[in-house]
């Protein structure tokens, strides 16, 4: 990484921002924390906002000029242009297995039970919050049932894969996360709930924490 | 790539199917199409297909006793593995544009308008067959004007990211025929028809159609 200097835009509860957090965390790079007032879409800051990331989601990485968005991507560049650690395994298959894990969550779970998906169902569909609510628990217990037969059905060690983090277990530690903001009970998932335990005795993942952020609530 | 044999267990009308079998055509690799019956899922069949993906979700790739699910991951492994054409552009940011771009597909489009969300919006939210067509079509267009916007937002040539196809030519062409099925009218997103239109033109594009394969109905 030829410039160092890195802005991150994020919001402290996003579990996508999370995820990001988690990598830079890990990679050990220095940056700026922007929170994005992803509540204030009216605002100023968030039409500026919207001009740098014309999708207007969280997170969104600033890096000498460049504006690179959606958080599987900016891990991926993170983990091309920082070496070390590296957040994918050395072998092909393993790669695909820790992708594969990644979008479990971030295709399966996180786009079904966020704040935009909760909010259409209230305002264009005349649910009420309780039902909101059900539909982030219904789609955060299929997703992680799902993950857990995943991470069951082949070699899983400390981690989601081998005994150290890999961008799998930075996916999987913010649905955790959401899950228990939204009050799932994380029982029926025993694989799922330990890799997020052993990845919160480490700084980096502690560093992320929605509750330690800037803008947290 | 060692051992030729593929088997690409699909589904003719998924779009995470029709993303790969964009892929393998671009990479010209042949396979064993074999069609997942997700409509039956009480069947012996599907039984048998989750016992090989635990997720029990299209499509999953077998590749010499190896199985990788979860279209993106195994997008990546055959650029890992098969190099020409590749799909990914030579610099690091150029690969973060276009992961990005194929995310803005796979995670903020297509989980929030395929099968099982509309189901359960009719069946637990006891929702009309009307309501889920609106459903769908309401994800698509917020979708679609995103990913309009990236486009827009920076260089594109003929195709998503310079003149050949790469990883979100084979996301953006599926969600087209999505669009398209579900009656969503394209006009407000100039780039992204444009851009099916020009992959249209290529015969891997062509043979990876929905009404093409085996399971066409």
Redesign the interface.
């Known amino acids: 990484m030829k410039d160092g200097r890195l802005r991150l835009y994020s919001v402290a509860t996003s579990s996508a921002s999370h995820r990001v957090r988690i990598a830079l965390g890990l990679k050990a790079v220095p940056y700026e924390y922007v929170a994005v007032p992803l509540f204030a879409q009216d605002s100023e800051e968030f039409a500026a906002y919207r001009a740098l990331n ?4 969280v997170p969104a990485l600033v890096h000498g000029g ?1 504006v ?7 891990i ?2 993170l983990d ?2 920082v070496r070390s650690p590296p957040l994918l395994p050395a072998d ?2 393993g ?3 820790v ?2 894990l ?3 969550v ?3 779970i ?3 039970q966020n704040l935009r ?1 909760e909010r ?1 169902l209230r305002t ?2 005349g ?1 009420s919050e309780a ?1 909101g609510l059900a ?1 982030r628990r ?1 789609w955060i217990n299929v997703g992680l049932a ?1 993950l857990e ?2 991470l ?2 082949s070699a899983t060690a400390s981690f989601c894969h081998g005994d150290t983090p890999t961008i799998a277990d930075c996916c999987l530690v913010p649905q955790v996360f959401a899950a228990r903001r939204w009050g799932v009970d994380l029982a029926p998932f025993p694989t799922v709930a330990a890799i997020a335990e052993r990845a919160g005795t480490l700084q980096a993942f502690r560093d992320a924490e929605p509750q330690r952020q800037p803008d947290a609530r």
């Open positions: 014309p999708q207007g989601l460049a690179i968005t959606q958080s599987l991507a900016i991926e560049y091309e242009t092909a298959l790669r695909a297995r992708r594969a990644a979008q479990a971030v295709s399966e996180q786009p079904l998906v259409h264009a569909l649910h039902d539909w219904h799902a037969r995943m069951q059905a």
